[in-house]
C-alpha cells in the first residue's frame, strides 16, 4: 500500500520555467515531510524539508507548500535551471525526529536549455 | 570530508551466491539505515540500527540481514542470493539537525542476480 502518492513521474520544463511536483499522503499522523533530490549514480541528498505546523517553506528557488486539510504537499523550483535535473523524491515520517521515511515514487525532472 | 561510502558500487553474481554489501560512514553517526531502489519506484527502508549492537527491521520484509559491531560500519549480507533480490540497496546515516534527522545516503550498490 503506497503511503505517499506522487506525480508526476516525469516532467520536462524549459529553462526559467516553474517546476511543480505533488505528492498526497493518507496517513494523517505523518508530521515530518522532505524532499530529496537523486542526481545518476548518486544517493538522494536532502533538499528541504517541512513540517505541518507551517503552510509554506522557501529556501533561494524552492519552495514546499503545504495543505494540511487536503493531505498535500508539493515542490515548485522556480526559475528552474539545466541543473535541476534530477528525480525528486516527497517523503513523510510519523516519528517525530525524521526516522524512518515513507518514499514517494520519484519525479524526473529534466530542464531543456 | 564527511561521507557515506558503499561498496561494491555494481555486483553481478549467480543464484546461490552469498553477498555482502559494504556501508561505511566517516561522520561519527548513530544511526543508520538500508533503503531498498526499485527503477522507477519508491524506496523502501529494509533495515536500521540506532547503534553499535542494535538492528531492526524495516517496513519492507527482506531476506538480507545486517550487523552493527562498530559504529562506522553496517554492511548487509544476503546468504543465498535469488533473482528477486536484483536491486539497487542505498545505505544512510542520519544526523539530528534542525529537529529532524537528515539522512545522508550513500551512492547505492546495485545488485543484479542472475
Known amino acids: 500500500q503506497q503511503q505517499v502518492k506522487q506525480s508526476p513521474q516525469s516532467l520536462i520544463v524549459q529553462k526559467g520555467g516553474i517546476s511543480i511536483i505533488n505528492c498526497a499522503y493518507e496517513n494523517t499522523a505523518f508530521d515530518y515531510f522532505p524532499w530529496y533530490q537523486q542526481f545518476p549514480g548518486k544517493g538522494p541528498a536532502l533538499l528541504i524539508a517541512i513540517r505541518p505546523d507551517v503552510s509554506e517553506k522557501k529556501e533561494g528557488r524552492f519552495t514546499i507548500s503545504f495543505n494540511k486539510s487536503a493531505k498535500q504537499f508539493s515542490l515548485h523550483i522556480m526559475d528552474s535551471q539545466p541543473g535541476d535535473s534530477a528525480t525528486y523524491f516527497c517523503a513523510a515520517s510519523n516519528d517525530g525526529s525524521g526516522d524512518k521515511l515513507t518514499f514517494g515514487t520519484g519525479t524526473r525532472l529534466a530542464v531543456r536549455p | 570530508e564527511a561521507d557515506i561510502y558503499q561498496t561494491p558500487r555494481y555486483l553481478v553474481i549467480g543464484t546461490g551466491k552469498k553477498i555482502t554489501l559494504e556501508c561505511s560512514q566517516t561522520?561519527?553517526?548513530?544511526?543508520m539505515y538500508w533503503y531498498q531502489q526499485d527503477p522507477g519506484m519508491e524506496l523502501h527502508l529494509i533495515h536500521y540500527s540506532y547503534g553499535v549492537n542494535s538492528t531492526e527491521k524495516g517496513d519492507l520484509s527482506s531476506e538480507s540481514t545486517v550487523s552493527r559491531i562498530r559504529t562506522e560500519h553496517f554492511p548487509l549480507t544476503l546468504e543465498s542470493a535469488r533473482p528477486s533480490h536484483t536491486s539497487q540497496y542505498l545505505c544512510?546515516?542520519?544526523?539530528?539537525?534542525?529537529?529532524?534527522?537528515?539522512?545522508?545516503f550513500g551512492a547505492g550498490s546495485r545488485l543484479t542476480v542472475l
Open positions: 544512510a546515516s542520519s544526523d539530528p539537525g534542525a529537529g529532524a534527522n537528515v539522512l545522508t
Open positions: 561522520m561519527g553517526h548513530d544511526k
